[in-house]
T-cell receptor, first 116, second 116 residues
Framework: AQKVTQAQTEISVVEKEDVTLDCVYETRDTTYYLFWYKQPPSGELVFLIRRNSFDEQNEISGRYSWNFQKSTSSFNFTITASQVVDSAVYFCALRPPGAGSYQLTFGKGTKLSVIP | EAGVTQFPSHSVIEKGQTVTLRCDPISGHDNLYWYRRVMGKEIKFLLHFVKESKQDESGMPNNRFLAERTGGTYSTLKVQPAELEDSGVYFC??????????????FGPGTRLTVT
């Protein structure tokens, strides 16, 4: 069975602070895919990143960075110098390998509030 | 390129009534998915279409739910008869048919269903 845990239900930070959103996953598959999505107040889930399990390189995209550690089954997301527009619910998700199943397993999400 | 659209954005119905939700995927996306989030829970997978065929419907909760994708374009999700526990946000997502891009699912804004 697959499971994604986002232990932080809500986080509040002051603008310009750095913030890390935690994601821990469980899977029996040796290969898999990990994702982060952002859900702004408008409601849609916005795709942020996809990471293959065989690629443990960390990734940086502007103020966003992701730290994938297979040894601890974690895929944490850091926002540097947070801004009010970063306020949203962030979801971590896991997908099994292979062509048979494309379904995503989501965590419960972390609500981030960035206070001006 | 237009994103995934869903209609209606909100629906309030009484227990026992029927509701039909519609999803228009991104043009050219062969894969279409339905997910649901009930209050306080994770976003859960319902089913996956590849063009007009159901690839995976393992997440459909029971036979009160019927999904169709006529002609491999838009999809509908009908709930008949609706029960109180069906309340939640229903998300639709789509992805391309081939290559690693198929792993990136793009979500719509969701339909908030309230059954009273």
């Amino acid at each position: 069975a697959q499971k994604v845990t986002q232990a932080q239900t809500e986080i509040s930070v002051v603008e310009k602070e750095d913030v890390t959103l935690d994601c821990v996953y469980e899977t029996r598959d040796t290969t898999y895919y990990l994702f982060w999505y952002k859900q702004p107040p408008s409601g849609e889930l916005v795709f942020l990143i996809r990471r293959n399990s065989f690629d443990e390189q960390n990734e940086i995209s502007g103020r966003y960075s992701w730290n994938f550690q297979k040894s601890t089954s974690s895929f944490n997301f850091t926002i540097t110098a947070s801004q009010v527009v970063d306020s949203a619910v962030y979801f971590c998700a896991l997908r099994p390998p292979g062509a048979g199943s494309y379904q995503l397993t989501f965590g419960k999400g972390t609500k981030l509030s960035v206070i001006p | 390129e237009a994103g995934v659209t869903q209609f209606p954005s909100h629906s309030v119905i009484e227990k026992g009534q029927t509701v039909t939700l519609r999803c228009d995927p991104i043009s050219g996306h062969d894969n279409l998915y339905w997910y649901r989030r009930v209050m306080g829970k994770e976003i859960k997978f319902l089913l996956h279409f590849v063009k007009e065929s159901k690839q995976d419907e393992s997440g459909m909760p029971n036979n009160r739910f019927l999904a169709e994708r006529t002609g491999g374009t838009y999809s509908t999700l009908k709930v008949q008869p609706a029960e109180l526990e069906d309340s939640g946000v229903y998300f639709c997502a789509s992805s391309r048919g081939r290559s690693a891009k198929a792993y990136e699912q793009y979500f719509g804004p969701g339909t908030r269903l309230t059954v009273t």
